[in-house]
């Protein structure tokens, strides 16, 4: 059973600080994994998908890479803002459709 | 596009009743996905359907719990009768298996349930 699991569980940086979260999975072979942010009484929203030919994917300040091999991916945000306070959840999906979902790394960017 | 668009946001039962949870897929999307989320165990996958057709239901907690897709537009997740551990936000989420944008799963706003 592939686990997924995201440390921290949370995060203060000030604002501009650079964030990296992890992600680690047991399993490698996935087909893809997927970044999301959830706001606090929200839902989620995709970030950036990494197919499992990729090493990286790269949408504005986020940067996501992705290393098989070793089971790990992280999430870049350059120059953080108090905009990028939120829960980032990362899920592994094999090769069926089932995402496995960490259970997150709460943000908090301080002004 | 509007996106995942989930009924009612909110909704407050009292243990014993029957609650339905509607959903709208993103129009063009062909998987639909019901999941709940709690505290204590995050994100859990209730059931998936390709093409309207309940694929994967290993997920749905007893016989309590009902999922439909009708067609391809609409689904409802059904819980009779409530009990107060049935608390919990549930989230439909689509996606599109092929194609621009495939996998890329997007969620809705979910529905967040309290059993007293």
């Known amino acids: 059973k592939q686990e997924v699991t995201q440390i921290p569980a949370a995060l203060s940086v000030p604002e501009g600080e650079n964030l990296v979260l992890n992600c680690s999975f047991t399993?490698?072979?996935?087909?893809?994994l997927q970044w999301f942010r959830q706001d606090p009484g929200k839902g989620l929203t995709s970030l950036l998908l990494i197919q499992s030919s990729q090493r990286e994917q790269t949408s504005g300040r986020l940067n996501a890479s992705l290393d098989k091999s070793s089971g790990r991916s992280t999430l870049y945000i350059a120059a953080s803002q108090p905009g990028d306070s939120a829960t980032y959840l990362c899920?592994?999906?094999?090769?069926?459709?089932?995402?496995?979902f960490g259970a997150g790394t709460t943000v908090t960017v301080r002004a | 596009d509007a996106g995942v668009i989930q009924s009612p946001r909110h909704e407050v039962t009292e243990m014993g009743q029957e609650v339905t949870l509607r959903c709208k897929p993103i129009?063009?999307?062909?998987?639909l996905f019901w999941y709940r989320q709690t505290m204590m165990r995050g994100l859990e996958l209730l059931i998936y359907?390709?093409?309207?057709?309940?694929?994967?239901d290993s997920g749905m907690p007893e016989d309590r719990f009902s999922a439909k897709m009708p067609n391809a537009s609409f689904s409802t997740l059904k819980i009779q009768p409530s009990e107060p551990r049935d608390s919990a936000v549930y989230f439909c989420?689509?996606?599109?298996?092929?194609?621009?944008?495939?996998?890329?799963?997007?969620f809705g706003a979910g529905s967040r349930l309290t059993v007293l």
């Open positions: 989420a689509s996606s599109r298996r092929g194609g621009a944008g495939a996998n890329v799963l997007t």
């Open positions: 899920a592994v999906r094999p090769d069926d459709y089932k995402l496995s």
């Open positions: 399993d490698s072979a996935i087909y893809n």
């Open positions: 129009s063009g999307h062909n998987s």
């Open positions: 359907f390709n093409n309207n057709v309940p694929i994967d």
